[in-house]
């Protein structure tokens, strides 16, 4: 069945530091691609997506490209600041399917 | 455009005693989702909604959760008896489609302690 697997965390970083967040995934169709970002003691928000091979989803100066060839979408930011620090979530959506499929998300800390 | 509310944010219970969760959709989403989380971990989908019909709920455990979505806009989910295991968080989410390009957006969340 599908699949999204993450880096795992916690991921430090200081300041500043280039992010990188690794997800890639396995699925049987054309999936859209998700990054959802949660913050201490809140919901889920979605961050960006992708839905088709090649785009490139982008918000907050985060950025990812649905990557069919290799099955990545992985998250890139070039600056992070200390309010990045939360957990990051991968996601796939099968085109035929509503069903959300999870990665373990990926802790990232931020420090001063 | 207000986001998916959900009442209350947290709650805690002794175990065996019933206990209820609300959810508003943002206007015009037909469907919606109640998933469980727990801690450290990514959403479980409990069941989804298509306006007032359950189209799945294969993962509801159905001897002690029940759910409804009267009039296919507010839902409520609902645990009797709660055991200590269903300590979470409960998430509600809406969507305007059910196809699989289509965003879900998230409420913040009802914080479940079962003591």
């Known amino acids: 069945g599908d699949s999204v697997t993450q880096m795992e965390g916690p991921v430090t970083l200081s300041e500043e530091a280039f992010l990188t967040i690794n997800c890639t995934y396995t699925?049987?169709?054309?999936?859209?691609l998700f990054w959802y970002v949660q913050y201490p003691g809140e919901g889920l928000q979605l961050l960006l997506k992708?839905?088709?091979a090649d785009d490139k989803g982008s918000n907050k100066g985060f950025e990812a490209t649905y990557r069919k060839e290799t099955t990545s979408f992985h998250l890139e930011k070039g600056s992070v600041q200390v309010s990045d620090s939360a957990v990051y979530f991968c996601?796939?959506?099968?085109?035929?399917?509503?069903?959300?499929?999870w990665g373990a998300g990926t802790k990232l800390i931020i420090k001063p | 455009e207000a986001g998916v509310v959900q009442s209350p944010r947290y709650k805690i219970i002794e175990k065996k005693q019933p206990v209820a969760f609300w959810c508003n959709p943002i206007?015009?989403?037909?469907?919606l989702y109640w998933y469980l989380q727990n801690l450290g971990q990514g959403p479980e989908l409990l069941i989804r909604?298509?306006?007032?019909?359950?189209?799945?709920d294969s993962q509801l455990p159905k001897d002690r959760f029940s759910a409804e979505r009267l009039k296919g806009v507010d839902s409520t989910l609902k645990i009797q008896p709660a055991e200590l295991g269903d300590s979470a968080v409960y998430l509600c989410?809406?969507?305007?489609?059910?196809?699989?390009?289509?965003?879900?957006?998230f409420g913040p969340g009802t914080r479940l302690t079962v003591l």
């Open positions: 206007s015009g989403h037909n469907t």
């Open positions: 996601a796939l959506s099968e085109s035929s399917n509503y069903q959300l499929i």
């Open positions: 989410a809406s969507s305007r489609t059910s196809g699989g390009w289509d965003t879900q957006y």
């Open positions: 699925a049987t169709g054309y999936p859209s």
């Open positions: 909604y298509e306006n007032e019909e359950a189209v799945d």
């Open positions: 992708a839905t088709k």
